[in-house]
């Protein structure tokens, strides 16, 4: 509020009054802020003298991700705990949240996304955030309420697409090795819409939102719905008609991360924490059961990671 609130002065007979009153609230002002900071005096893993890992003195290591609700966090957290870092997941609800609490000091880290993505939220921002370590590759699909099959549908239906840039992308080629559409020029992993070469296409394309693919579903013929929402729209993974192929050395571009600030990618906490993921056994079946089945564990450097995001981050500056 720009206007002070008026103070009633007291009469003078009163004051021992307003001044015990003004002790009491202090003392509960005390109180308050002692319990809202004693809890945060655990070593953070980006205050520069936590290399150092016990269980008697954890490390705390913030770590956002979008939909934290599989139980494989809860492992990774006990696993973590093991190791000495006390990991607090922070949940988003949308995948563009992450990467600016994570430029602004509000994570000391994130895994939500691929290379792809981080690419092109740097080059839109003008950020530096890096790769930090890899989990897994994701194959996404094509699902339908209506056929069984891609060779089904029926020339001239509608198919369904995520409307972010990386995902579209992926989609469209998914669509194409299906031969439901031509990309002109045979596509990239910046292929839209726009790119559809409907006079050599089956289907006509349109982009939604990523979480309203799969409700579109009763609507359209089909529709890539990212890995996300596939259970949450009560569909299995073994219901898709069309994935693409994630050993594909073409598809490290999106090679889920762990990614940090660049000043923090020699961490030696942070790289503990992508290394309790990669080797806990409890967490990759986790992760794998959430998938349903579909997680291709991948573990690439540290260098191979940073020089596919800057191959792709100068590929978006080219396309500009």
Do not use: C
Not at 128 to 154: C, E, M, N, R
């Amino acid at each position: 509020m720009s206007d002070q609130i008026p103070l009633i002065e007291a009469p003078k007979s009163r004051r021992p009054l307003v001044i015990g009153a003004v002790v009491v609230a202090l003392a509960l002002i005390a109180g308050a802020v002692f319990l809202l900071t004693r809890g945060d005096d655990t070593r953070r893993a980006t205050d520069g003298d936590a290399a150092q890992l016990s269980q008697d003195d954890p490390v705390k290591v913030v770590l956002g991700t979008v939909g934290a609700s599989d139980p494989y966090w809860k492992t990774f957290e006990d696993a973590a705990k093991e190791a000495g870092i006390e990991l607090e997941i922070r949940d988003f609800a949308e995948y563009p949240l992450p990467n600016p609490a994570l430029a602004e000091n509000e994570l000391d880290a994130n895994q939500f996304q691929h290379i792809v993505y981080l690419a092109e939220y740097n080059v839109a921002n003008d950020d530096d955030l890096v790769p930090l370590g890899s989990t897994a590759i994701y194959p996404l699909g094509l699902y339908s309420q209506k056929y069984d099959d891609v060779a089904d549908i029926p020339d001239g239906e509608t198919v369904v697409v995520p409307d972010d840039d990386s995902n579209q992308a992926r989609g469209l080629l998914v669509l194409q090795s299906a031969g439901l559409i031509k990309l002109k020029d045979g596509g990239s992993i910046f292929s839209t819409v726009a790119d559809v070469d409907e006079a050599a296409s089956r289907v006509k394309v349109k982009a939604l939102q990523a979480d309203l693919t799969p409700t579109s579903l009763p609507d359209v013929a089909a529709a890539i719905v990212n890995n996300d929402f596939v259970e949450d729209a009560g569909l299995s993974f073994d219901d898709a008609i069309a994935v693409d192929d994630p050993s594909d050395p073409k598809a490290v571009p999106y090679v889920n991360i762990f990614a940090v600030r660049a000043e923090d990618k020699d961490n030696p906490v942070l790289q503990k924490l992508v290394e309790v993921y990669q080797q806990t056994q409890a967490v990759l079946d986790g992760v794998d059961e959430a998938a349903g089945g579909t997680a291709e564990f991948v573990t690439l450097s540290q260098a191979e990671l940073e020089q596919s995001l800057h191959d792709v981050e100068a590929q978006i500056r080219e396309q500009k």
